[in-house]
């Protein structure tokens, strides 16, 4: 009775783990241990881009991935002399590459091509025929601003006069992220962008442009600041502080990138909401490889999404 | 063995050193495809650093280079891209523009006594500026000319690619040293740098030279530029920053005397080689950062200056004269 009872323990946890280190291995095998790829990088010019860094070469060993790292200090001319030094070595399984501007990648992806190897683009946009890159992994713009404004609506009930702090005017992390951001609040006809000036993404000028606003509108009749970037919501946030008003509480305060100041901004209750800009690239773009070198057909974008943080302890538990 | 000739030696024994070491590392680098990389890679800088050389052997600097290859690029991107001129007068144009840039910072240094340094750093504004002006955004270029040029590539069995652009990078060296070793242009470079009041004297005609010498470095970076444009197929305002430090480094490393009147083309040649073949390295290492670059050139200015200060003190040149040249060498001092 009780060895039987002790085999049919055995026997259970034998069930148990054995399915799972079979799961284990496979799913180690898929997610391209022992390939080698090579990863471009721009350059190591913000906290946010050193982060996306970080996290791709923790992905990489992670995964069991022989991961080659090139900083490129902001040179296009060093990201192609750097592909075609591993297409010349001829040891790279795929190529990752984070390009610096859009254009002039035609000839040094056909080059890529031409040996076999795929490349993926991550982060910004190439200006190059489709067919020469495998897909494109990066964040999806148009989401975050939609995250922003579904949070703003729903924490005001639909009634909220906006000022819009404008990133980079043309670039298309600010575009976009004033695209999803309208197409929201246009669902609800209180909910308006009463001011929108551009900040450049710089904090000392979104501390400018908000001062300035504060001094010629009524400050009462302004319900939120939407930055497209942390930082100059946190410029705004001085701005707001300068002019006697309590930030996060007279005027709400939402932005865009959750970089480690606006969670400290967070914790003094001066900031009332952040999407995150994910710089978790890596995995979308090495499962990429992986389904690619398997022959799967991939959708020629990737986007990927952060979530939406109204404190450290919720981004926390997220990671 | 001439003491001139000591820094030149001491460049190719550091090439094929570096060149070695990461031979027996990557296999790769004994194949025409590292070897064809190289020179494509490095034609646009290393045609502009040809032309520095002649800038550094007459006792001048050059700051403009790298703004005015970005210049090149974005105006070429510019008219042709968006325009729809035809390549060939682009660049005549362009060519022209970029040696009457140079000549006017000549005619600054010799007529009006500037030194070079800051007559070439306003050079270098004006020209970042006005490229920023033409455009800040990177332009593509689709023209059937581009296209072909991409085209004219010889590939060797291991499919190493000699393109167009590699063969302007060699074809300028040639001329290149040409031009210092047979021309009287430059001697009269050689003889300015050397002593400028001697070789007035001699009746070098210091005004026109200086004049050609800066028409002669910007004519050879609008080249570079127009090289970079054809390899990329586009245009775009913020390439080059800071590539005329790197470019400085190159001719000093090659074993170019700051100071002026002794330097080789072929010098140059040899250190845009090294400092593309440690880049080369660091890439197919892929764990060391790439700053280490910044680094290396560091050490290796540090010892080329060293060895040009050792080489001009006497006491230097006993060192390195091993006795059988010693007669010749105190005429020479």
């Known amino acids: 009775m009780r060895f039987t009872k002790l085999s049919l323990v055995l026997l259970i946890l034998l069930a148990l783990v054995v399915p799972a280190s079979y799961a284990q291995e496979n799913e180690n095998e898929d997610q391209g241990a022992g390939l080698t790829i090579g990863f471009s990088q721009i350059g190591s010019e913000s906290a946010w881009r050193t982060s996306f860094t970080e996290a791709v070469i923790a992905e990489a060993a992670e995964r069991g991935i022989n991961l080659l790292f090139s900083d490129a200090q902001q040179s296009?001319?060093?990201?192609?002399?750097?592909?075609?030094?591993?297409?010349?070595?001829?040891?790279?399984?795929?190529?990752?590459?984070?390009?610096?501007?859009?254009?002039?990648?035609?000839?040094?992806?056909?080059?890529?091509?031409?040996?076999?190897?795929?490349?993926?683009?991550?982060?910004?946009?190439?200006?190059?025929?489709?067919?020469?890159?495998?897909?494109?992994?990066?964040?999806?713009?148009?989401?975050?601003?939609?995250?922003?404004?579904a949070w703003l609506v729903q924490e005001t009930s639909g009634n909220c006069n906006v000022v819009e702090l404008y990133g980079t005017v043309g670039s298309a992390a600010a575009e976009d992220r004033h695209t999803g951001f309208a197409e929201v609040i246009a669902l609800f006809s209180n909910v308006q962008i009463i001011q929108s000036q551009t900040g450049n993404f710089v904090r000392t000028e979104g501390k400018q442009v908000m001062a300035s606003i504060l001094s010629s509108t009524d400050p009462s009749?302004?319900?939120?600041?939407?930055?497209?970037?942390?930082?100059?919501?946190?410029?705004?946030?001085e701005a707001i502080k300068e002019a006697g008003l309590v930030p996060a509480v007279d005027i709400l305060v939402v932005s865009v990138d959750a970089i480690p100041d606006i969670f400290d901004s967070m914790d003094a209750g001066e900031t009332n909401a952040t999407v995150e800009l994910s710089p978790f690239m890596g995995g979308p773009a090495f499962d990429a490889v992986v389904a690619y070198l398997n022959g799967e057909e991939l959708p020629k974008w990737i986007p990927v999404g952060g979530g939406l943080y109204t404190s450290r302890a919720d981004y926390d538990a997220d990671r | 063995m001439k003491s001139r000739f000591i820094p030149l030696l001491m460049t190719f024994i550091v090439f094929a050193a570096m060149y070695l070491f990461a031979y027996s590392r990557f296999s790769s680098f004994g194949s025409m495809r590292i070897v064809?990389?190289?020179?494509?890679?490095?034609?646009?800088?290393?045609?502009a650093a040809i032309g520095m050389t002649f800038v550094i052997i007459s006792g001048g600097i050059d700051l403009s280079v790298g703004s005015v290859i970005a210049f090149t690029g974005v105006f070429c991107a510019l008219m042709i891209g968006r325009n729809g001129w035809d390549p060939i007068p682009t660049f005549i144009v362009m060519l022209t523009i970029g040696t009457f840039f140079g000549a006017t910072m000549g005619m600054l240094i010799h007529y009006f006594k500037i030194p070079p340094f800051i007559a070439t750093l306003s050079?270098?504004?004006?020209?970042?500026?006005?490229?920023?002006?033409?455009?800040?955004?990177?332009?593509?270029?689709?023209?059937p000319f581009y296209e072909s040029v991409s085209k004219l590539v010889y590939i060797f069995p291991d499919k190493g690619r000699f393109t167009f652009v590699a063969g302007a990078f060699?074809?300028?060296?040639?001329?290149?040293?040409?031009?210092?070793?047979?021309?009287?242009?430059?001697?009269?470079v050689y003889?300015?740098?050397g002593n400028p009041d001697a070789a007035l004297l001699l009746g070098v005609p210091t005004g026109r030279t200086t004049v050609m010498i800066y028409a002669l470095s910007s004519f050879l970076a609008t080249f570079a530029g127009i090289v970079l444009s054809l390899s990329k197929q586009s245009g775009d305002s913020t390439i080059a920053v800071g590539l005329e430090l790197d470019v400085i480094a190159a001719v000093v490393i090659g074993g170019t005397l700051l100071t002026g009147g002794v330097g080789y083309v072929i010098g140059t040649f040899i250190a845009v080689m090294t400092l593309g073949t440690i880049q080369t390295y660091l890439t197919l290492d892929g764990s060391l950062t790439p700053w280490w670059i910044k680094i290396v050139i560091g050490v290796l200015l540090f010892g080329f200056v060293g060895l040009q200060k050792l080489l001009s003190s006497r006491q230097g040149l006993r060192l390195f004269s091993f006795g059988r040249d010693r007669k010749e060498l105190q005429q020479s001092a």
């Open chain 1, 76 to 149: 296009q001319e060093n990201q192609i002399a750097a592909i075609r030094a591993w297409l010349a070595q001829g040891d790279v399984d795929a190529i990752i590459l984070a390009p610096v501007i859009e254009s002039g990648w035609d000839s040094v992806l056909q080059e890529a091509a031409d040996m076999g190897v795929p490349v993926i683009i991550v982060d910004r946009n190439v200006n190059a025929d489709e067919s020469l890159y495998v897909t494109r992994v990066s964040s999806d713009f148009v989401h975050e601003g939609r995250l922003a404004a």
């Open chain 1, 221 to 237: 009749t302004i319900c939120a600041v939407f930055a497209h970037n942390d930082d100059m919501a946190i410029g705004a946030i």
């Open chain 2, 36 to 47: 064809g990389n190289l020179l494509r890679d490095n034609a646009y800088w290393g045609i």
């Open chain 2, 123 to 143: 050079g270098l504004f004006l020209a970042r500026g006005m490229a920023y002006v033409l455009s800040t955004e990177s332009i593509r270029i689709d023209h």
């Open chain 2, 170 to 188: 060699l074809l300028v060296l040639f001329i290149g040293i040409f031009v210092a070793h047979f021309t009287r242009f430059g001697r009269n």
């Open chain 2, 191 to 193: 003889a300015m740098g």
